[in-house]
């Protein structure tokens, strides 16, 4: 028995992805989503649906990170911290650098 492969227009998979067409158009040109190219232009149905579950948590990560409390918000505010320490670190490191250097001539 073979698959059954379903095919959605560009309409259909934007519908389904709850995008408008022109950002399945700019995700299809950053070759983020896989397509048969021709007129119309279609796509996999499976294609589909598994970016769009991938775009949700996407955009369900990025919401998160902007509640004070949430999991993800919190590893992010511990990452940025991070950060800034090691450039605090590379910072002091390049001013004592530069002074062994003006104190060596």
């Known amino acids: 028995m073979q698959a059954v492969i379903r095919l959605l227009t560009q309409a259909e ?16 040109g950053q070759g983020m989503i896989s397509y048969i190219p021709g007129r119309p232009v279609l796509f996999d149905e499976k294609d589909v649906d598994e970016f ?5 948590e996407r955009k369900r990560v990025k919401a998160a990170l902007k509640v004070p ?3 993800e918000y919190l ?9 800034r320490h090691c450039m605090r670190i590379r ?7 530069m002074a062994r250097k003006r104190g060596g001539k």
């Open 52 to 56: 769009a579950a991938a775009y949700a």
């Open 69 to 71: 409390g949430s999991p």
């Open 13 to 28: 998979a934007a519908k389904r992805m709850g995008v408008s067409v022109e950002k399945l158009k700019r995700l299809r």
């Open 75 to 83: 590893e992010k505010k511990r990452q940025d911290a991070e950060g």
């Open 91 to 97: 910072v002091m490191m390049i001013h004592r650098e």
